[in-house]
C-alpha cells in the first residue's frame, strides 16, 4: 500500500503576525509513502538537492512520530517526495515536509490521529504554528501556541487578493534569522505589533482591503531582520506606492511577500520595481504570481 499526499507552501508572519498568522501558497510539495523491507528516501527534482535520502531524512522522522503516537511499527519505509517549494527561502518547506510526512504516514495506517493531534505535533516540533498551520488546513490561518497547545481559526483568503513573491537566489537559515531577533522587547513594540495583527485579521475578515496596507507594518522581527535581506527596507517602505496592496518579509526571509489586487494594472510595476530594486543590491531574484 502507497499514499501521496499533496501540500502547500506557506507564507509566516504576513507582518506583523510573528509567529501567530500564515497562509497557504499554491505552490506544492508531493510525498508517497509506503511500507518497505528496507528504508529508501528518493529525491525528485533539483529542489531538494542534498537532503539526506536515509532515516534522517525529516519526512522518515516525522512519520514514525506519527506511528509511535499511533502505536503503530513500521521502521522500514520506501519515500519518494517532489517539490516545487525553494528551500531555505521563507516559503516554509520545512513545515510543507512536516506536514506532509506526518499526513502520508497518518493515511498510510488509517488515519487514526485526527487533523488536530497532527498540529499539536508538528507545531510542537517548529516551535510556532504559522507555517504548519496553514500547511495543514489551507487559506490563511490565525494561531497562537503557549508552549503545550495551539489553537488556530482557519479564515478564506479573500478572493481579490493575489500574491507576488519575490524569492532571491541566496539562503537564509531560519535559525540565524530568529538569532538576530532580541530576546526582550518594549511594550511599545508589543502594542504596535498586536493593533496592527488584530486590524490585518479584521480587514481579511470584512474584505477591508483598504486597511492591509497600513495593518501589514511590524516592529518585532523585519526591522532587525533587514541587514540580512539588501533591498528589504526599501520594499517595505516603497512597494505600496507601487501597486502592493500590502508587503512583508515571508516567514523568516529572505523570500519578499506582496499581496496584490488580482486584476491590478500595476503588476508589470510592481514587478520592475522590486526586481530592480534588488538589482540595485546586486541580488537576483525570481518573481512568482501566487494565490
Ligand atoms: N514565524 C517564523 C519566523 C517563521 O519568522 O521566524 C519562519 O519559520
Redesign the pocket.
Given at each position: 500500500k502507497k499514499v501521496r499526499i499533496k501540500v502547500p507552501a506557506t507564507t509566516?508572519?504576513l507582518g506583523p503576525g510573528?509567529?501567530t498568522l500564515g497562509m497557504a501558497l499554491d505552490l506544492y510539495m508531493w510525498i508517497e509513502m509506503g511500507v518497505a523491507d528496507k528504508t529508501a528516501v528518493h529525491l525528485i527534482g533539483d529542489q531538494m538537492s542534498g537532503l539526506p535520502t536515509g532515516k534522517s531524512n525529516l519526512v522518515y522522522q516525522v512519520a514514525q512520530q506519527v506511528f509511535a503516537k499511533a502505536g503503530v511499527e513500521h521502521p522500514e519505509l520506501e519515500i519518494s517526495m517532489y517539490s516545487d517549494i525553494p528551500l531555505t527561502r521563507?516559503l516554509?518547506s520545512s513545515a510543507s515536509a512536516i506536514i506532509g510526512g506526518m499526513a502520508a504516514a497518518n493515511a498510510l495506517i488509517g488515519s487514526p490521529l485526527s487533523d488536530d493531534t497532527l498540529f499539536q505535533m508538528a507545531t510542537a516540533l517548529e516551535e510556532?504554528p504559522?507555517?504548519v498551520g496553514p500547511a495543514l488546513f489551507g487559506g490563511l490561518v490565525v494561531a497562537f501556541w503557549d508552549g503545550a497547545r495551539a489553537e488556530h481559526i482557519r479564515v478564506e483568503p479573500d478572493d481579490r487578493l493575489e500574491a507576488l513573491v519575490a524569492i532571491p537566489h541566496f539562503e537564509l537559515l531560519?535559525e540565524k534569522?530568529?538569532q538576530v531577533l532580541p530576546r526582550e522587547q518594549s511594550l511599545a513594540n508589543a502594542v504596535y505589533n498586536v493593533g496592527h495583527s488584530s486590524v490585518l485579521v479584521a480587514a481579511f475578515c470584512t474584505g477591508r482591503l483598504d486597511m492591509i496596507a497600513g495593518a501589514m507594518k511590524d516592529a518585532l522581527?523585519q526591522p532587525y531582520r533587514a541587514p540580512l535581506v539588501p533591498g528589504l527596507s526599501k520594499i517595505l517602505a516603497e512597494a505600496t506606492d507601487h501597486g502592493a496592496l500590502g508587503v512583508a518579509l515571508s516567514?523568516?526571509g529572505p523570500t519578499m511577500l506582496a499581496l496584490v489586487e488580482r486584476g491590478s494594472s500595476r503588476k508589470a510595476e510592481l514587478e520592475a520595481f522590486l526586481l530592480g530594486t534588488l538589482k540595485d543590491e546586486g541580488i537576483e531574484a525570481t518573481l512568482m504570481w501566487l494565490k
Open positions: 509566516a508572519n510573528f509567529d521563507g516554509g510556532h504559522d507555517n531560519t534569522a530568529r522581527h516567514g523568516a
